[in-house]
């Protein structure tokens, strides 16, 4: 039995260099989703790259000057030369296209094909930044600080090779200027590596804490290790399946050894209940026989709902959830069987003396955390009147926290504010038009629709409509092209800063541009035969909430602005928006499926509704005043702690089936007469277990409120706060509840 | 006789003289494919095609005068039919070897035309993968040119040229042009980007002996890269026809005259 477990432990062991991380967000949602079967359409239309890093450079004295432009084109021309890069659309200075006049000559072409030698020439190129509109906020801030270029990767290149060799090459100018890298592949990467470091640092190091908090609860290294062995054993299997099935790892599973070694803490109600039993009886053996008889049936219905709690995640819609969840799951499963049979065979072969020793002070009269509880229990039993109102009270507070409640996946949010790319970020946000991208794209059933000037200047009154949101930096579109040129024809007069008054104008203009443009310049804004065009729209923030506002505002200005044409949003931020709103159908969903499951086992397990309702109130007090707090923290409401909320019915509600069941064993050995006495004894005897058991899983989790990713640190302070406020709910909720419905219980 | 080899290297010499050089090569076929006849005309019918096969037509009809000798400068003018709302627009260049192109367009919406600054020879001609270069020719001198190895296309004899840019102004690396041995036309370009990729890939389709000139009908570019194509096919072509210098004004470019657009 033993060498089969090996055995396989081994074989999972050998998948584990097969392992990949997945932090692409799209692949949150499968690839048939509309949403992601929308953009790729999108993507192709208009020739978009999936990936762009983008390169900030900042001086404080702008960087309009000799040095900082010569910076500038050596900067681009190092990253023109890197393997990965779509080179022919890398856009900087001395690469996007301009639209000038010179002399009455038209001139298409780089914007500063080399580094100005003069001032003059410096002059120049500044009065051409500022009097385009195309480049403020893009490629230069309005202070003139802040530079952009990006730098589009050809599909299926290393996000995170191109991102060091860049940053090799801005380490090579020495100068005033500061350098940002930000970007989607980046934020990836960085996400990819503090996946690593929590699964290889973070886990380990919440084991050694549980084991040390094991060994000092018991003080016997043989039971402590066979505990920690059984989470390993079931760590390696789980993990070994994930990623020898061929998942890649992500932001969810990576969470799942700290998981797997919490949930292995349910068996120390084994333990818990072998010390007392010993204590009492001096009997080895017929300790082990007793405690298994008393313990194993909370037990096995304990993992059951943990189990379920999890697999109920297999029914959403979002893909790293549902693998968490079935990868849970089955760890949970499997360290279950291993606890049976592995712990109890332990126990056998740990020598008599070392036991006695250890379980010394394990009984209710002589052990102060066990009168602690009992005395809590005591309370809940002799004042059930005020402990209800009080729990009702609190009830009603966090109610009205709930309705604060704000969902919002921001990804960016999920990097702490000290951290690179956050830095980045911000500072990009703050100097240009904004890092969040998403596109509107306007469509028409016939081909050259978007010539047509009554199109033009519907897109320009679209983009001046969103670009009076807070949140749109910047937008541009065909029409910008148009104008520009429009204007340059007629010897840059302000005036002609318009669309044209004939469709065959505007052919004749954008032909013109076509004739010296790179090609990626129109492509990206209109389909080859301009039945659709591409706003693109820059927004400050990667809140869900600012693509809504765009939509929102684009369809208010269809209203007002009726044309025969369809607009769709697409891109990145609007994959994020479809994602959040899936994140908050799954949580209903996911929510309600744990409510009936987790009350269904109950049911089972108790053979009685009743029983079932009592133990499922400390659950339900727990979610809510959690959830209450979330609401008045004004904590954006994410995936991870959606994915939380429903797991947590199913780790919960142990303590109150333990509770109950204990509660239940107790008073058909002793007889009904005396239910305030039974109630105390279990505050102070399984209640001990609880305790020890919440304790522990808090100690698991305490270690990922230090970890450098917020989702983290949230689900660790959630998971902490979880497990002692339903241990404490339930040591005084459940007496006070059957102290009061004593009559209905009992009928 | 310790110095054996440098017999051998001299023994060689009177070989390699006999054969072309990478420059020489490159001259004759630049005469060959630009310059043949003291004017040309055909209607060039461009298929612009994306990477999920959308096409896109540019049709036009280009008129090439040849102002000296094979090398020297040359006037173009062409006459847009295609896409609809560009007809009626003219597009003029002069070329001059060693010189930026003086380029002319005519937008007949505006009723104006406008002089177009040339200094980006390697964009895109008319949004197609074809630049400026790769239609009118890029000067020789620009690069230094080498003869890499003798290779078959087909049933064709061809020289390997291997093209080196001396500045950094071109978007390419290196090119390798196959060269027919006998008519000197090039019948396969490859262009490498500066980072040494597969970039660009020119074939020379379809020849013809337009009165007794070989002639590359239809050709296609390739941008290995983002998988955009241009097919283009020369019909009713015509050689030594005695375009007139006059042709190459403003006043045509404005009014060009039927019997040499049609």
Redesign the interface.
């Known amino acids: 039995m033993l060498l089969l477990a090996g055995l396989l432990t081994l074989l999972f062991l050998t998948q584990f260099p097969k392992i990949r991380t997945d932090t692409n967000p799209k692949h949150m949602l499968p690839d048939t989703s509309d949403v992601r079967v929308w953009n790729d359409e999108v993507d ?1 239309a208009f ?1 978009l790259y999936e990936d762009t890093i983008v390169v900030g450079v900042e001086n404080a004295a702008g960087v309009l000057n000799r040095e900082t432009l010569g910076r500038i084109a050596r900067i681009t021309d190092g990253i ?4 990965g890069v ?3 659309d890398v856009n900087s200075f001395t690469t996007i296209t301009n639209v000038t006049a ?1 002399a ?7 914007l500063m ?1 080399a580094a100005p030698k003069t001032d003059a020439e410096v002059e120049a190129l500044r009065a051409a930044l500022f009097g385009n509109t195309l480049f403020v906020n893009r490629v230069i801030s309005k202070d003139g600080k802040t530079t952009a270029i990006y730098v589009p990767l ?1 599909k299926g290149a290393n996000g995170a090779e191109v991102a060091d060799k860049i940053r090799e090459i801005v380490a090579k100018e020495k100068g005033p200027e500061r350098y940002y890298i930000a970007g989607d592949p980046v934020a990836r990467d960085t996400f990819g590596a503090e996946m690593f470091k929590l699964m290889a640092m973070f886990s380990p190091i919440a084991g050694m804490i549980m084991f040390a908090a094991i060994q000092y609860m018991f003080r016997n290294l043989a039971l402590s290790a066979a505990m920690m062995g059984v989470s390993m054993v079931a760590i390696i299997w789980s993990m070994g399946l994930l990623i020898g099935a061929g998942f890649p790892v992500h932001i969810m599973s990576s969470m799942a050894p700290v998981f797997l070694m919490a949930i292995a803490t349910d068996s120390i109600h084994i333990f818990n209940e072998f010390y007392f039993r010993y204590k009492e009886r001096g009997d080895k053996l017929a300790a082990i026989r007793e405690t298994m008889a008393a313990v194993s049936r909370p037990v096995r219905y304990t993992a059951l709902a943990t189990a379920a709690g999890f697999a109920v995640l297999l029914f959403m819609n979002i893909i790293p959830v549902q693998v968490f969840g079935g990868l849970i799951a089955f760890g949970t499963v499997v360290l279950r069987l291993l606890s049976f049979s592995f712990i109890s065979a332990v126990l056998t072969f740990v020598r008599e003396d070392r036991i006695a020793r250890a379980a010394g002070s394990e009984t209710v009269d002589g052990d102060r955390t066990a009168q602690a509880l009992g005395r809590l229990g005591a309370f809940g039993a002799a004042r059930p009147g005020i402990t209800v109102a009080v729990t009702l009270a609190l009830a009603a507070v966090s109610v009205w926290g709930t309705s604060k409640i704000h969902v919002n996946n921001n990804m960016v949010a999920w990097f702490k504010a000290s951290s690179e790319i956050r830095v980045a970020d911000t500072a990009m946000n703050q100097a240009l038009g904004g890092t969040s991208l998403g596109y509107l794209v306007v469509q028409s059933k016939e081909p ?1 629709f978007m ?1 047509r000037p009554e199109a033009m200047r519907w897109i320009e009154g679209l983009q001046r409509h969103l670009e009076a949101l807070p949140e749109v930096g910047k937008t541009f579109s065909v029409a910008d092209y148009v104008k520009r040129i429009n204007r340059i ?1 007629h010897d840059d007069d302000a005036k002609y800063d318009a669309v ?1 008054e ?8 954008l ?2 541009f ?6 990626s310049d ?1 492509d990206s804004v209109v389909d ?2 301009f039945g659709k065009a591409n706003i693109w729209v820059q927004m400050k923030t990667w809140d869900a909430e600012a693509m809504r506002q765009v939509i929102a505002a684009a369809e208010r200005y269809q209203k007002v602005n009726p044309l025969p044409v369809t607009v769709k949003p697409a891109g990145i931020a609007y994959f994020n928006l479809v994602w959040n709103d899936e994140v908050l159908g799954d949580l209903v969903l996911g929510f309600s499926l744990a409510l009936v499951v987790v009350f269904a086992i109950l049911a089972l397990d108790f053979r009685s509704l009743k029983w079932a309702l009592i133990a499922y109130a400390p659950l339900l007090f727990t979610i809510l005043f959690i959830y209450g707090v979330v609401g008045f923290v004004g904590k954006d409401f994410d995936m991870p702690l959606s994915v939380m909320s429903t797991l947590s019915l199913g780790m919960a509600v142990d303590f109150a089936i333990h509770f109950v069941s204990r509660l239940r064993q107790r008073l058909a050995e002793t007889g009904d007469a005396d239910l305030p006495g039974a109630l105390v004894w279990t505050a102070a005897r399984p209640g001990k277990g609880i305790m020890r058991n919440a304790v522990l899983f808090a100690a698991a989790f305490s270690v990922m409120m230090f970890a450098p990713l917020t989702p983290y640190v949230v689900v660790g302070a959630f998971i902490v706060s979880m497990m002692l406020l339903s241990a404490l709910l339930t040591m005084l909720l459940i007496p006070a509840l059957v102290m009061l419905g004593r009559r209905w219980l009992f009928a | 006789m310790k110095r054996w080899w440098i017999w051998m290297i001299a023994g060689l010499l009177p070989l390699q003289a006999l054969a072309l050089s990478g420059e020489e090569v490159m001259k004759k076929s630049q005469a060959a494919f630009l310059y043949p006849g003291k004017d040309f005309k055909a209607r060039v019918v461009m298929k612009l095609i994306n990477k999920d096969g959308q096409e896109r037509v540019r049709e036009l009809t280009m008129l090439r005068k040849n102002v000296g000798e094979a090398g020297g400068e040359q006037k173009y003018f062409m006459y847009f039919f295609q896409p609809a709302d560009v007809k009626d627009m003219t597009f003029m260049t002069y070329k001059y070897p060693a010189k930026d192109d003086d380029r002319w367009m005519f937008i007949p919406a505006v009723n104006m035309v406008k002089r177009i600054a040339a200094q980006d020879k390697r964009s895109s001609f008319v949004g197609s993968d074809f630049t400026y270069e790769d239609v009118s020719g890029r000067d020789l001198e620009d690069d230094t040119h080498a003869v890499e190895r003798e290779e078959k296309i087909g049933n064709r004899d061809c020289i390997v040229v291997k093209s080196t840019p001396k500045g950094t102004d071109a978007d390419f690396g290196s090119k390798l042009t196959w060269v027919d041995k006998e008519n000197f036309l090039p019948l396969k370009e490859e262009q490498y980007d500066r980072k040494g990729a597969r970039y660009k890939l020119f074939t020379a389709d379809e020849m013809a002996d337009i009165q007794s000139i070989p002639t590359v009908v239809k050709r296609s570019m390739k941008n290995l890269q983002t998988g955009h194509r241009t097919e283009v096919a020369y019909l009713k072509t015509g050689y030594n026809l005695g375009i007139e210098d006059s042709l190459f004004s403003e006043r045509f470019l404005r009014q060009p005259p039927r019997k040499w657009v049609d």
């Open positions: 192709k020739a023109l030369a890197l393997p779509a080179s022919r010179d009455g000559t038209l001139k298409v072409g780089p094909p050809e050259e010539k024809l044209p004939t469709k065959d104008t505007v052919g004749q203009y032909f013109l076509s004739m010296s443009a790179k090609p129109l080859p035969v």
